[in-house]
């Protein structure tokens, strides 16, 4: 294992506790909340033309709201769902006509994802030009952009898919203000945040 490898290790068991004491000291609905005025107030999903978000695992700050107002400003809206038995995710886009609820399942991981019978967002030349929104999650990110995942490179590759299509892409950090560090170890995989929002 390389000396970054051993160094992200090292900072996501940091992290976890972290988080365990934050979620036990603090109101994270509230203060997820907070985070999501900041995006919501930033005019970013206003300039979008999709907007991509995550469904909140365990202590992860919770973005549902920005995705509501997506939704409701009719932009095309999507969540992640891992391709079984892969290292890789597709988005899928939610119905603004049905109940938010009735598109969420039981997915990998034990995690909930988009429910499959929803449209794929397909990665192809058409989303050349388009501005793409996605609120990306992370177990730590610094002011300047660097994130720490979960280290299965989900994100880091479907970013790079989504690039190649052309697409205009706003990768914005969403989390806690305790998941704001000084330094996070990052290697040439590791792709950079456009702007971090942690209360």
Do not use: W
Request: with cysteine.
């Amino acid at each position: 294992m390389s000396a970054v490898s051993e160094q992200k290790k090292a900072l996501r068991k940091q992290m976890a506790r972290v988080l365990s004491d934050f979620a036990e000291t603090n109101d994270c609905v509230s203060v997820s909340e907070a985070v999501r005025r900041l995006v919501l107030k930033s005019g970013l999903v206003e300039k979008a033309d999709i907007v991509l978000g995550y469904l909140f695992h365990g202590n992860e700050a919770d973005c549902t709201d920005v995705l509501y107002r997506a939704l409701g400003m009719q932009k095309l809206t999507g969540l992640p769902r891992v391709v079984p038995g892969t290292s890789d995710m597709d988005f899928y886009l939610l119905d603004g006509m049905l109940n938010f609820g009735d598109q969420i399942g039981r997915g990998s991981y034990g995690i909930s994802e988009p429910v499959p019978s929803l449209e794929k967002l397909e990665l192809s030349d058409a989303l050349s030009g388009k501005r793409v929104l996605m609120i990306v999650p992370g177990v730590a990110f610094t002011k300047d952009g660097k994130r720490l995942g979960h280290g299965k490179g989900f994100y880091d590759r479907y970013i790079a898919r989504l690039r190649a299509t052309g697409a205009e892409v706003t990768l914005a950090g969403f989390c806690f203000p305790c998941q704001v560090v000084s330094d996070v170890p990052t290697d040439e995989n590791d792709v950079l945040m456009d702007m971090v929002f942690g209360a």
